[in-house]
């Protein structure tokens, strides 16, 4: 790579290369950003680098992620990377693993070895734990996300704040196995209609193929070789495509409905390790349908036309008609296909009776073509051009790290429509940290607001610590109390598990006001959790006020009390050291994937208040202010509110949560 290095010595001190070439460089994740980054890296002279991803390629990977071929298709991510990355640049030391970063052998001491992280994650609960790893172990960390046209870039280093400072709310993202095998939401089956649509009236490929997977992950064994050919030999073969099907059959509509719901249905009824834990899905055949819908969701009294349930029958009948119209216009003019269009009837019409026929299928509740249009027309695909622009910006955040200029470092946001001198890149000063922020604030104390006489000890262990706050091994005990009730180690928890976990809080003795101490040794975490009692009514009142369609609240964990609660924990409990200040609503996330994006409307919308008296504070001009309402909702925004409420439901999409705790550091986060 002397070709690249004299080049790199044109622009940059000797001394600076020099570094480039020393530095021992984390990159986390090898998807969408993770492949242009490791081009990047390459390509600048980076001498060591170690990637990590436990991920394995699917073909729809391959339409933006250029390290991979077909021929790639199954195999771990990180080693085929690791392994185009070497014919780039032969002289780059690579360690490519195919592992989980949140493995307990990658604690503390295995972040400390390196010069910096580059994070180039697709999920909320990675990006937190990598944040507060590199911040126990005093790693820059440079953060990055897209969403569609959007990006932005975050760098992480001493006396900033972290990841986990800013109140985010991402974009919903779903793995493709789950759209094609085992959906368990309506979104699920209306992004499974949408790849219908465009597998059988738009262009064929195979990233639309919704034909049950038998190479489901899940379907593999446990011990499967990454490095193995296997599982892309058994995606490669035995699948027919819905077009090839329905080329065969001419369009022929009761014959794509029998394949859809009732030939396809059984192919996934024949793979019974999927359905250990779940329910089976359903055949439905055309034959049986009736005009009487027996589904306590078919009240339709006093609602519009398009806010009411379709019958099944109803669906299937439009599904046909659909069919018919839309092959039809295909078959009028054969040499352009059809594109998806939320405002084309015959196009509404299909999704919104192919996904509750779906629906149906899998359990799931139906949606009305009003409920489907709304939910169809913020679904967006990732885009390959602005994972290239971010791991640009990446390298050029890292560049600045290296060469100890972090004052020049910047929050970079990459938008779709240009502000102010019409640019589409925009940048603001990186701020101080949060001082409501519970994973790098010196106040570790929070509030855990819970119905005491419902909520068991098992729910707190497994709900708030391990799931909300994404704690790894956590230890619980009543402060003024030596023993603990939970414990990480191995035997004690198995033996809480049956004495104490069936307990609920109040039966444990922990009340209102009562006050835990929370650590996990593994992340370097303590704090305070003090426990507000609130009833069931209460917590949902609460919750729908700020968000009417907020469903059924078990808990929330706030950096302070709304008057009343704060009152009634003061009242019980000895005086805390500073109150925090006033909490806003944190949204939260369900898993997310580098597939599909559902864009939310209002994700990052700020308390008018707040936004207005931290704009005055941080002196923001117009057209930045413009690219950050543009900017990727997953990541950080620059205006900081107060520290979040965050919410967690019982229904699925509430499971991860941006809202975290850390141990007390007497000195600066790096």
């Known amino acids: 790579m002397a070709g690249h290095a004299e080049v790199l010595s044109a622009v940059l001190s000797a001394d600076v290369v020099q570094k480039i070439s020393d530095a021992k460089i984390l990159v986390v994740g090898a998807g969408g950003i993770g492949c242009e980054l490791l081009k990047n890296l390459a390509m600048c002279g980076f001498g060591n680098v170690e990637?990590?991803?436990?991920?394995?390629?699917?073909?729809?990977?391959?339409?933006?992620?250029?390290l991979f071929q077909r021929e790639h298709v199954g195999k771990s991510k990180a080693i085929v990377a690791g392994a185009a990355i070497r014919k780039m640049?032969?002289?780059?030391?690579?360690?490519?693993?195919?592992?989980n970063i949140m493995e307990d052998e990658r604690s503390t001491k295995y972040f400390e070895q390196f010069t910096m992280v580059l994070n180039a994650l697709d999920n909320i609960a990675a990006r937190n734990h990598v944040n507060r790893m590199c911040l126990a172990?005093?790693?820059?960390?440079?953060?990055?996300?897209?969403?569609?046209?959007?990006?932005?870039?975050?760098?992480?280093?001493?006396?900033?704040?972290?990841?986990?400072?800013t109140k985010r709310s991402p974009p919903k993202r779903y793995p493709v196995c789950t759209i094609r095998n085992t959906p368990s939401l309506p979104i699920h089956c209306i992004v499974w209609a949408k790849f219908l649509f465009s597998q059988l009236f738009g262009v064929p490929d195979d990233e639309n193929d919704v034909t049950p997977d038998s190479a489901d992950p899940e379907l593999a064994t446990e011990k499967t070789d990454p490095h193995s050919a296997e599982p892309a030999a058994a995606r490669a073969g035995g699948r027919v495509t819905v077009r090839h099907f329905a080329e065969e059959h001419e369009y022929n509509a009761h014959a794509l409905f029998k394949k859809l719901f009732s030939t396809d249905v059984d192919a996934l009824?024949?793979?019974?390790?999927?359905?250990?834990?779940?329910?089976?899905?359903?055949?439905?055949?055309?034959?049986?349908?009736t005009d009487e819908d027996p589904s306590p969701q078919s009240s339709n009294a006093q609602l519009l036309p398009d806010q009411q349930l379709w019958s099944l029958k109803k669906c299937a009948d439009v599904f046909m008609a659909s069919v018919d119209a839309l092959a039809l216009r295909l078959r009028q003019d054969d040499t352009t296909d059809l594109e998806w269009d939320k405002d084309d009837e015959d196009a509404m019409n299909f999704v919104t009776a192919t996904s509750n026929l779906r629906a149906h299928v899998f359990g799931i509740p139906r949606k009305s073509h009003f409920e489907t249009k709304s939910m169809a027309g913020k679904i967006i695909p990732a885009i390959a051009t602005t994972n290239a622009i971010v791991a640009g910006l990446i390298v050029i955040e890292a560049l600045k790290i290296l060469q100890s200029?972090?004052?020049?470092?910047?929050?970079?946001?990459?938008s779709r429509i240009p502000g102010g001198r019409g640019r589409i890149l925009s940048a603001t000063k990186l701020n101080p940290p949060n001082p409501d922020c519970f994973v790098c604030r010196e106040q570790l104390e929070v509030y855990l607001r819970v119905d005491t006489s419902s909520f068991t000890v098992e729910e707190l262990w497994s709900?708030?610590?391990?799931?909300?706050l994404g704690m790894k091994e956590p230890e619980v005990s009543v402060e003024g109390s030596a023993s603990e009730i939970i414990s990480s180690d191995p035997e004690d928890l198995e033996m809480q598990k049956k004495l104490i976990f069936p307990n609920t809080l109040s039966q444990q003795g922990i009340k209102d006001g009562a006050r835990l101490m929370c650590g996990d040794d593994f992340q370097k975490l303590e704090f305070r959790l003090v426990v507000a009692h609130a009833t069931a009514h209460d917590l949902n009142?609460?919750?729908?006020?700020?968000?009417?369609?907020?469903?059924?609240?078990?808990?929330?964990?706030?950096?302070?009390?709304?008057?009343?609660?704060?009152?009634?924990?003061a009242a019980s409990a000895e005086a805390s050291d500073e109150p925090p200040s006033q909490a806003e609503e944190a949204a939260t996330a369900e898993n997310d994937d580098d597939d599909i994006v559902m864009v939310t409307s209002g994700a990052?919308?700020?308390?008018?208040?707040?936004?207005?008296?931290?704009?005055?504070?941080?002196?923001?001009?117009?057209?930045?202010?413009?690219?950050?309402?543009?900017?990727?909702?997953?990541?950080?925004?620059?205006?900081?509110?107060?520290?979040?409420?965050?919410?967690?439901?019982?229904?699925?999409?509430?499971?991860?949560?941006t809202t975290r705790s850390k141990r007390r550091r007497t000195d600066a986060a790096p």
């Open 89 to 99: 640049n032969p002289s780059m030391k690579i360690n490519a693993v195919h592992g």
């Open 541 to 569: 009142a609460a919750a729908s006020s700020r968000d009417t369609s907020a469903e059924e609240v078990e808990f929330e964990v706030v950096g302070t009390l709304p008057p009343q609660a704060d009152q009634a924990a």
């Open 51 to 66: 990637l990590i991803d436990l991920d394995t390629i699917d073909v729809t990977n391959l339409n933006r992620q250029f």
């Open 137 to 165: 172990a005093k790693v820059p960390l440079v953060e990055s996300g897209t969403a569609g046209y959007v990006g932005q870039v975050n760098p992480i280093v001493k006396g900033t704040e972290c990841y986990e400072c």
């Open 604 to 657: 990052v919308a700020l308390n008018q208040s707040t936004a207005a008296e931290t704009a005055r504070q941080r002196d923001a001009s117009d057209h930045v202010q413009r690219s950050k309402r543009e900017r990727p909702t997953e990541m950080p925004t620059a205006k900081r509110p107060p520290m979040l409420v965050s919410r967690t439901a019982s229904s699925e999409g509430y499971s991860d949560a």
């Open 405 to 414: 200029n972090e004052s020049q470092c910047r929050n970079v946001y990459l």
């Open 269 to 289: 009824r024949s793979m019974e390790k999927l359905w250990v834990k779940r329910t089976a899905p359903v055949v439905v055949e055309y034959a049986s349908l």
């Open 463 to 468: 709900k708030v610590l391990m799931k909300h």
